[in-house]
């Protein structure tokens, strides 16, 4: 046990992220439903993988048609995963091991089963009526786009009760909230400070671009929706430290930077068109499409970072891409159209990869490496698989692999009453891909993950240096150096399948010994002469650079 | 010795930077300031448009430009990181090939690039020929590779009156000898698979007179007789100003090409000696009819030396053909009026054969047995044109259908000759 | 008296026969190095043919036009004619060795001179030959350059080449087995400069149309001529 969270304002620009679903983590009341006690019991697990925060999905009450975003009460937890006390408890426990916790906050829409709304509903003249967007007919707002292709086909939905249109970002059940409204402003803060309050680090903030409408516009990435922000964060400023608001922008890299104010809006932001990008990168092996991203990316405030990562509980999305990379992604990654969801590959990513071990190691890698804080899907740290035919994303939900046991170690319970089914075939099942066996062999991916974590964390330069690209002619080498305060570390990559040779121009850190950073081995000086490093397949280097 | 040094140490490198590519695109570049940048454009936009997704590069084979073509090259846009908005890198060449200047020594690099880059399909184009356009560079490399079609000539649509040597000589003789009719022998741009362009580097022709001046002839007669798919595709002509460039004079090509495709027929008489029936080469896309408008008329007096030719020339021809051959085309030449002689299909192909026994008996030296077959030709075309000069475009292909089909007949006469003379 | 006549003139004639006696075994070798010559150069001309044959030379020979200036010269085929040189030479070459034998000094001289002359002989031969050869492939070179490009009085200019260089030819061979070098060395160059001159006032003075119209033809603008008007690619 460490000595407990420190005070940095500045922790999550070095933060190493850990995303799980309470519900699939562990299950310690036989429901077949994980709960925060059983959570509470695999905290000295995450606590050797490295990492040094959670963010939890929702764990608030809800009908669960979607998972839990649509939120049913703000200030309770969902009676399946526990009780208050017991996320207390659990917090508590966090904390004593150095684990900070977010929580998520879905901004825009509750459930149609919230109390708001049903208040809201019920008459014209409530005074919670204005809590959500009404409309007598459905053509205002035209051409927004609809998010969920698959299932939706209107924004608007027809609610028989007020015999009135209400507006809805994502499905039909989860009517927006109408931020025009100050009492919605202020009873949303509220939400916030009862869980910060209680000790929880920060918020993941859910679907952000969408909170104002205005007639003749997107309706997304709005002036006003940005003033709303800038309300949430001065509140927090002047009543919290050390907090952070992690935003979910799936949008353009100029456009994200907008959700970061002056340092006054977010302090983290997801930047989503760089992960498909890192998949068509490798499977191209062509390291154009990410330099490229990256270079577009425009700088960001100082207190501010970025969130990036491989995957997530939703599908890879594809909506920040040329109808030309969404075709190849979909061709390369997503043969059977059941994989396909939204405009995105609903997978995880040992599948994606083929389950290849290197491939994995690869782009773990480079997750660790570009720019960002990166954030870890739970069960990718030790390969798990998914199943594309659960419905909606559930496929990349099932429970967590513990052991080759009685439901994988996830529960007691009888498998029939598990809420989602494990995965069971011969390759990515849980007899096969399990922490339990993962934790007896040093080489496994699970030991590999926490070294690669620990390596990263033995410097700042990967968490808060800047970036700066390499062009070797050979396009299947990305290869580029991070640096900060005069520390330098160079990292190589192949993103081919076969073996390359790569010419680095490295005359700007003559007379530097490359250290190689898990091995420690020296390699030669670097000279004025291009720099030849041969690497095998899907191979990586992360030299630091000393002078000596 | 001389594969060593045939790549550069640089040229090495950035091959290696390359990698494994699908596709090869190859221009062979002498002093075309004017043309290259227009031509690369095309090229980059037929890539994108067609290959998106294919590993490709751009090869710019330079003989040594004087004007500045290879800086003109290195300062397009490409390379490693370019904005053509594809999804792939797409690499840019510029390199030099060493020996003699020509064609040859351009397309040898070429291919021994595609070779190396494992490359499924090659593509040359001639910077000046008929400007390039997206279509066309598609149209020809799409129906290459190695599980689909080893050559891919392109079908440029040209009054029948056009290219004389191509349609009295080259054309008829590689259809009847080889039983497959190839619309343009010479292939000044062609699409095929890497397999025959490593085929091709294998064989001894690359710094060899006269193969090397009329490689492309080669490369085509190489294709037709081994066990090789080709196929033809039809490419527009684009309305685009004439190429600034004078055109090479008939002393210039005809030594070169006639020579090539007899050495080619030599090299390959075991091929098309065998009693195959005449098989077509598939035609891939909407053909466009010929102009209808004739070239510019043959002037008068084209035919008019030629009774004097065939008398200077008396000891030489007497030397090389039959007999009954000479005999008819001595009658010819006597009876030529001012005009120009009279000089029919039959005595035409009998001619042509026994120059191609000849070639291969070698009984005088070779240069001169190819040198004394120009004035004949030029008598042939006089007779041809001004036999045709009122006739409409079809009436004008029926006849060089006829001819064909004459040299087909006669391909016995040939191996007989070819036999009698070793 | 009578005795002693007797006396001289059987002691001479002893002496006579006794001398003849002791030259008899040279004529006898000498004799037979003759017979044993001609015998050997026989065989030798016989093998040369066969070789010769089987070289294919008589198809060379066709080729390089050697055989039409024998035939035109009423001489057998050319490894018949190579088969009978080698015989002469070395059945002469025998006989002068058998001469030798013999010890008549007038004679010693022509030995030797003849071994010193064979090789210059066969020097001129082999210069003979590729005169020939050089001047037959540049009466065709000239003949097909001359037609092909338009040139007046191809004949004419391809058999002056090869006369020139066959001259050439004969000349050199000539002063190789040093028969009348001087003569022949001055009539050569006599012939050869008025040549030259006679040339060069064509060209300058009397022929200025003519050579001009020449280097224009040498140097002409491609698209004037008449074969360049059609389309032939």
């Known amino acids: ?199 929880v680090d920060g918020f993941r903030v859910d679907a952000v671009p969408y909170l104002i409408e205005r007639e003749g516009t997107s309706c997304e990435n709005l002036p006003e929706t940005h003033e709303v922000l800038k309300f949430i964060r001065a509140r927090l400023n002047s009543q919290f430290e050390a907090k952070v608001l992690l935003a979910e922008a799936n949008q353009w890299p100029e456009d994200v930077c907008a959700y970061f104010g002056d340092g006054d809006e977010f302090h983290m932001a997801f930047h989503f068109p760089i992960m498909p990008r890192m998949f068509m990168a490798l499977r191209l092996e062509d390291r154009k499409p990410l330099v490229e991203i990256v270079e577009r990316t425009p700088a960001i405030p100082e207190t501010c970072q970025w969130g990036i990562f491989l995957r997530n509980h939703d599908e890879l999305t594809l909506e920040m891409v ?45 997750l660790m490496s570009l720019p960002g ?51 069971s075939n011969p390759v990515y099942g849980y007899q096969a891909v399990n922490v339990a066996s993962q934790q007896r062999s040093d080489h496994s991916l699970l030991n590999w993950m926490r070294r690669l974590i620990r390596v990263r964390k033995s410097t700042r330069v990967f968490s808060r240096g800047s970036i700066s690209f390499l062009s070797p002619a050979n396009h299947r080498v990305l290869a580029y150096t991070r640096s900060l305060d005069g520390e330098t570390v160079l990292v190589v990559n192949n993103l081919s399948s076969t073996a390359q040779v790569a010419e680095l121009d490295l005359r700007a850190l003559e007379g530097a010994i490359p250290i190689e950073m898990f091995g420690r081995s020296l390699f030669p000086r670097i000279g004025e002469l291009p720099y030849m490093l041969t690497l095998g397949p899907y191979d990586f280097y992360w030299f630091r650079l000393r002078w000596l | ?140 490399l799409k129906p290459a590779g190695p599980d689909s079609f080893d050559l891919v000539a392109p079908v440029r649509a040209r009054h029948p009156l056009e290219r004389l040597l191509v349609t009295q000589l080259i054309r008829p003789l590689v259809r009847a000898a080889y039983g497959r009719q190839l619309d343009e022998p010479l292939l000044t741009e062609f699409a095929c698979s890497g397999r025959f362009a ?18 492309e002839l080669w490369l085509a007669a190489t294709a037709l007789s081994g066990s090789f798919k080709a196929c033809q595709t039809c490419v527009e002509t684009a309305a685009a100003a004439p190429s600034q460039r004078p055109r090479p004079g008939l002393q210039e090509v005809f030594t070169p090409l006639v020579g090539s495709l007899f050495a080619a027929l030599d090299a390959h008489a075991g091929a098309w000696q065998r009693d195959t029936a005449p098989e077509p080469v598939p035609v891939i896309g909407v053909e466009v009819p010929p102009p209808a408008d004739p070239p510019a008329g043959a002037p008068s007096g084209l035919g008019g030396s030629f009774a004097q030719d065939v008398r200077d020339l008396r000891p030489v021809l007497e030397s090389i053909l039959a007999p009954e051959t000479f005999a008819a085309v001595a009658a010819i030449a006597e009876a030529a009026g001012a005009e120009g002689p009279s000089y029919p299909d039959e005595p035409w192909v009998a001619t042509v054969y026994d120059f191609v026994a000849g070639y291969h008996a070698g009984a005088i030296d070779r240069a001169h047995i190819v040198k004394a077959l120009m004035p004949l030709y030029v008598g042939r075309v006089a007779s041809f044109v001004t036999g045709h000069a009122a006739s409409p475009a079809d009436e004008v292909a029926r006849d060089l259908e006829t001819l064909a089909q004459q040299f087909e007949r006669s391909k016995p006469y040939l191996i007989e000759r070819w036999y009698r003379a070793s | ?59 060379l020979s066709e080729r390089i036009g050697l055989a039409a200036t024998l035939r035109g010269a009423d001489l057998s085929p050319a490894s018949v004619l190579a088969g009978s040189v080698v015989f002469w030479l070395v059945f002469l070459g025998f006989l002068l060795s058998g001469i030798d034998v013999l010890g008549l000094t007038a004679l010693q001289g022509l030995v030797a001179g003849f071994g010193q002359f064979v090789p210059r002989l066969l020097v001129a031969l082999a210069i003979l030959a590729i005169g020939f050869v050089v001047a037959n492939f540049a009466w065709r070179a000239t003949l097909l350059a001359a037609v092909n490009a338009r040139m007046s009085s191809p004949r004419l200019l391809s058999n002056a080449v090869r006369f020139l260089i066959l001259i050439l030819a004969v000349a050199m061979a000539l002063e190789q087995i040093a028969v009348a070098q001087t003569v022949v060395l001055t009539a050569f160059a006599i012939a050869f400069g008025a040549v030259m001159i006679g040339l060069a006032i064509a060209f300058g003075i009397g022929g200025g149309a003519i050579a001009r119209r020449f280097l224009e033809r040498q140097f002409p603008e491609r698209s004037d001529s008449d074969t360049d008007r059609v389309s032939h690619l």
């Open chain 3, 1 to 59: 008296m009578t005795q002693l006549i007797a006396d001289a003139v059987s002691q001479a004639w002893t002496n006579f026969l006794e001398s003849v006696v002791l030259y008899l075994p040279r004529v006898l070798a000498t004799l037979s190095i003759v017979i044993a010559g001609w015998l050997i150069a026989a065989l030798l001309r016989v093998f040369t043919r066969w070789t010769l044959r089987w070289l294919r030379f008589d198809a």
């Open chain 2, 198 to 215: 490593a085929h091709c580097l294998a064989e001894d022709v690359w710094d060899r007179s006269p193969m090397r001046e009329g490689i």
């Open chain 1, 322 to 366: 040329t109808d030309v990379e969404r075709d190849y992604m979909y061709e390369e990654y997503a043969r059977d159209p059941v994989a396909r969801l939204n405009l995105g590959i609903r997978r995880r990513l040992a599948p994606l990869l083929e389950g290849d071990r290197r491939r994995i190691e690869l782009m773990n890698g480079l």
């Open chain 1, 373 to 423: 804080s990166p954030i870890v899907y739970y069960g990718d740290e030790i390969g798990m698989g998914d199943n594309i035919y659960l419905g909606d994303r559930n496929g990349v939900r099932t429970p967590m692999q513990w052991s080759g046991g009685w439901n994988g170690g996830f529960s007691t319970a009888d498998p029939e009453r598990l809420a989602q089914p494990l995965i």
């Open chain 1, 1 to 199: 046990m460490s000595g407990g969270i420190g005070s940095d304002p500045l922790w999550y620009k070095d933060a190493v992220i850990y995303q799980l679903h309470v519900k699939s983590f562990c299950d310690s009341n036989e429901d077949g439903v994980g709960d925060f006690r059983g959570l509470t019991s695999k905290l000295d697990y995450l606590e050797e993988l490295g990492v040094d925060c959670l963010w939890l999905l929702p764990m608030y009450p809800s009908p669960f048609r979607d998972d839990g975003y649509d939120i049913a009460d703000y200030y309770s937890i969902h009676p399946g995963y526990g009780t208050l006390d017991d996320f207390r408890e659990f917090l508590t426990e966090a904390h004593a091991r150095g684990l900070r916790v977010i929580t998520e906050h879905v901004l825009n829409h509750t459930s149609d089963q919230h109390g708001w709304f049903k208040e809201a509903r019920s008459s014209r003249d409530h005074p919670r009526r204005d809590w959500y967007v009404w409309s007598d007919t459905d053509d205002r707002y035209f051409g927004v786009r609809i998010i969920f292709l698959d299932t939706e086909q209107s924004n608007w939905a027809w609610d028989p009760v007020s015999k009135a249109y209400y507006w809805h970002r994502f499905f039909s059940h989860q009517p927006d909230l109408n931020y025009d409204n100050p009492a919605v402003r202020e009873e949303i803060w509220n939400v916030m400070r009862f869980w910060l309050e209680m000790g």
């Open chain 2, 1 to 140: 010795m001389a594969r060593a040094t045939l790549l550069t140490d640089d040229l090495v490198r950035r091959l290696i930077a390359v990698g494994q590519v699908d596709v090869v695109v190859g221009l062979p570049t002498m002093n075309n300031a004017e043309t290259i940048a227009g031509a690369l454009q095309a090229v980059h936009e037929g890539l994108s448009q067609h290959f998106a997704r294919a590993r490709s590069v751009v090869i710019a084979a330079d003989g040594g430009s004087r004007d500045g073509t290879p800086d003109i090259i290195g300062a397009l846009p490409s390379g490693a990181r370019d904005r053509h908005g594809g999804l792939r890198t797409r690499h840019q060449i510029v390199a030099a090939y060493r020996g003699v200047p020509g064609r040859a020594g351009a397309i040898r690099l070429i291919f021994t690039a595609a070779d190396l880059l494992q490359a499924r399909a090659v593509a040359v184009f001639d910077p000046d020929t008929d400007p390039l356009t997206p279509a066309s560079i598609g149209g020809l």
